[in-house]
Nanobody, 112 residues
Framework: QVQLVESGGGLVQPGGSLRLSCAAS????????MEWYRQAPGKQRELVAT???????NYADPVKGRFTISRDNAKNTVYLQMNSLKPEDTAIYYC??????WGQGTQVTVSS
């Protein structure tokens, strides 16, 4: 049974930081492309960041230079370090493994 469990979301002030984690089980984690998506209220889900099995990364333009995706294959975990957060980063953040496996999401709210 495949499980992706996100954690680390919460309420943070503009300019603050959060680190999201996504712990995977039931898959051969090291061979999977891992991605973070987000969905804001009333908007479509959008891709935020990608990391390949080899460690190559890619980012959506709105988060470049502020967010960092990384992975720890020994812990079957992918991370999203989010710095200089803005109110427009408020969304539910989801991790995805490969083409078909999704986590349940974690809420990030950026507000003063």
């Amino acid at each position: 049974q495949v499980q992706l469990v996100e954690s680390g979301g919460g309420l943070v002030q503009p300019g603050g930081s959060l680190r999201l984690s996504c712990a995977a089980s039931g898959i051969a984690f090291r061979v999977y492309r891992m991605e973070w998506y987000r969905q804001a209220p009333g908007k479509q889900r959008e891709l935020v960041a990608t990391i390949t099995p080899g460690g190559s990364t890619n980012y959506a333009d709105p988060v470049k230079g502020r967010f960092t995706i990384s992975r720890d294959n020994a812990k079957n975990t992918v991370y999203l370090q989010m710095n200089s957060l803005k109110p427009e980063d408020t969304a539910i953040y989801y991790c995805k493994a490969g083409r078909e496996y999704w986590g349940q999401g974690t809420q990030v709210t950026v507000s003063s």
